[in-house]
T-cell receptor, first 110, second 115 residues
């Protein structure tokens, strides 16, 4: 079993849709939960991070963590064509090492 | 501008021909890491370095070498590349503060093809 499992997608949604991206993880030691966004031909960039169960909101993006079920989600409201990218969930413990999901490719069409 | 740079961005080579991919960061970060990204497998860590002269294996180190002689540079060396090392490679760096989350900053990637 992989330490982090991510729905592979790809997802194709119309502009304005609500997008839900999901991951599960297996190690209870993981304390930090991140979403990275990767545009085509670019390196991943941090989008959001959280270290506790619950929701964290940043504009149109909401990161949700449920530690009891080891479930991580990213919601995108009012999705835009500029949101078209690959989204990578990642987790980590007290070390510098990050474990990444395989990524979900999202396309938002006008 | 704070950044991680990698060179070359694209490389096509042949089996067995030694190559080096350079990585440099200008943020004075202690931690540096190399990943490879493959379809369906995601980002997998090859090697990492906690500081100068301190390196360790990640999850997929076979066929790779690294060195950390200076804080800003962390080259990836393929002494005898093979076709299964064809991949997209990313270098990343972060500060290394114990007990807290440390954002990793990624370079633009190096697409390597080994024929």
């Amino acid at each position: 079993q992989k330490e982090v499992e991510q729905d592979p997608g790809p997802l194709s949604v119309p502009e304005g849709a609500i997008v839900s991206l999901n991951c599960t993880y297996s190690n209870s030691a993981f304390q930090y939960f991140m979403w990275y966004r990767q545009y085509s031909r670019k390196g991943p960039e941090l989008l959001m991070y959280t270290y506790s169960s619950g929701n964290k909101e940043d504009g149109r993006f909401t990161a949700q963590v449920d530690k009891s079920s080891k479930y991580i989600s990213l919601f995108i409201r009012d999705s835009q064509p500029s949101d078209s990218a690959t989204y990578l969930c990642a987790t980590g413990d007290n070390t510098d090492k990050l474990i990444f999901g395989t990524g979900t490719r999202l396309q938002v069409f006008p | 501008e704070a950044q991680v740079t990698q060179n070359p961005r694209y490389l096509i080579t042949v089996t067995g021909k030694k190559l080096t991919v350079t990585c440099s960061q200008n943020m004075n970060h202690e931690y540096m890491s190399w990943y490879r990204q493959d379809p369906g497998l995601g980002l997998r860590q090859i090697y990492y370095s906690m500081n100068v002269e301190v390196t360790d294996k990640g999850d997929v180190p076979e066929g790779y070498k690294v060195s950390r002689k200076e804080k800003r540079n962390f080259p990836l060396i393929l002494e005898s590349p093979s076709p299964n090392q064809t991949s997209l490679y990313f270098c990343a760096s972060s500060v290394s503060l114990a007990g807290s989350y440390n954002e990793q900053f990624f370079g633009p990637g190096t697409r390597l093809t080994v024929l």
